[in-house]
């Protein structure tokens, strides 16, 4: 790839490189087994983030349990709900941290975790008038997931490794 290609690649938003990669065939075979297990790959090393994490995933998977059981609209569409309550939670905690540490690509992380946000709207509005929204956005939520936290947050850690900023707060260790 050359510069260019590069460049543009890198100015792309979340949701533009979402989009793009959506209907693609390796991104269908990367996801389409749905493991809400706590991988080690995961771990960002920073026990905040990656208790947090956690969280989501445990989320997802409630969600896809009680889709796969059909059970009460209203309780899955408060979890729903729930979930992206609790990423603008998430992103605020974690942009918290990047002022805190003088993270150099702070503007650049908030503008993704807005991208996300923006998409994860989207993504709510399909679950509610499409008949398989519930399947798409527990696929998109995986995906959205592992994404953001094995790429985008790991950076985190590694300029605070780099700088020598890692403290007590930051690196203890997370409970299994």
């Known amino acids: 790839m050359d ?4 460049d543009q690649e890198k100015n792309k938003t979340v949701k533009e490189r979402y989009l793009q990669q959506k209907n693609t065939k390796a991104m269908t075979k990367k996801y389409s087994n749905m493991d ?3 991988k080690e790959q995961y771990n960002t090393g920073i026990a905040k983030i990656d208790n947090q994490h956690r969280y989501f995933l445990e989320l997802i998977e409630i969600i896809a349990a009680q889709t796969n059981d ?30 805190r540490y ?21 993504e709510i509005n399909s679950v509610f008038e499409e008949i398989d929204g519930y399947n798409k956005f527990i696929h998109f939520l995986l995906k959205w997931f592992v994404h953001h936290s094995m790429e985008e ?24």
């Open 70 to 99: 059909n059970k009460d609209d209203i309780s899955r569409d408060r979890l729903v709900m729930e979930f992206i309550h609790y990423a603008q939670f998430h992103f605020y905690s974690e942009e918290n941290l990047m002022i």
């Open 3 to 6: 510069k260019k290609n590069v």
């Open 36 to 38: 809400f297990r706590w």
């Open 153 to 176: 947050d790991k950076k985190i850690y590694l300029f605070l490794t780099e700088q020598k900023k890692i403290d007590d707060l930051v690196k203890k260790e997370c409970p299994d």
């Open 102 to 122: 003088k993270y150099p690509k702070l503007e650049e992380h908030q503008a993704l975790h807005l991208d996300l946000i923006d998409l994860l709207t989207g």
